[in-house]
């Protein structure tokens, strides 16, 4: 089974267009770098992935099932997951209370507002479990501010995990982060299961290539190719507009 297939995708701003006949399929388990210089649209096919953006023409189907005109949430329902360039944490909370609100919203507790949180105890169960899974109990009470920029870039890739999905998307994770911390990512990041699907989108061409067991280089919305690292690595044109 596909984990995700798009077909001819267009999305178009007025008279720009963004993605162009955009047709890339990933297999269940795979892991797929999206690789292309600034403008080439892969943070635009996140969306249209996502939900974030419908598009102008063509399919998006995850898990074999059609889910252009689907909502994000109904996205995610399939268990789709994602991250951002930006890290979209909450600074003045602990690192505890930031992984609570994560897998809360994964939960009906978030629609109660006449109770406690503290009486919802798989919540608070979870993200113990969570913490001390990924060797962060003892941080639990730090404040998200006081930890280092690659620490919160790891969070939010453990709090995309805490719905459980099947088709992870990682926009830019190693972004600003120092050589240590991006080779500390890129280790998390190959640690993860094979149950899960992995897309991200990567400007460090070695963490790419790292990781990646097929990659797609966009060029002004378009594939411009497709194929194993060391394949794209010695493609002419790819060296020529990007990686020269």
Known sequence: MKALETKDLCKNFGGLRATRDVSIAVEEGERRAIIGPNGAGKTTLFHLISGFLLPTLGTVSL???DVTH???HQRAELGISRTFQV???FQKLTLFDN???GVQATQRSHACF???LSSFRDTTTETERILKEWALWDKRDV???NLSYGEQRQIEVILALATHPRLLLLDEPTAGLSAAESASMTSF???LSTDITIIL???DMDVAFEIADKITVLYFGSVLAEGPPGEIRGNEKVTEVYLG
């Open 114 to 116: 006449w109770r406690p």
């Open 87 to 89: 890290t979209n944490l």
């Open 99 to 101: 992984i609570l609100l």
């Open 63 to 65: 898990f074999d099932r």
């Open 70 to 72: 689907l909502q994000i």
């Open 201 to 203: 989108i990567e400007h």
């Open 189 to 191: 990041i190959k640690g």
């Open 143 to 145: 404040p998200l501010k």
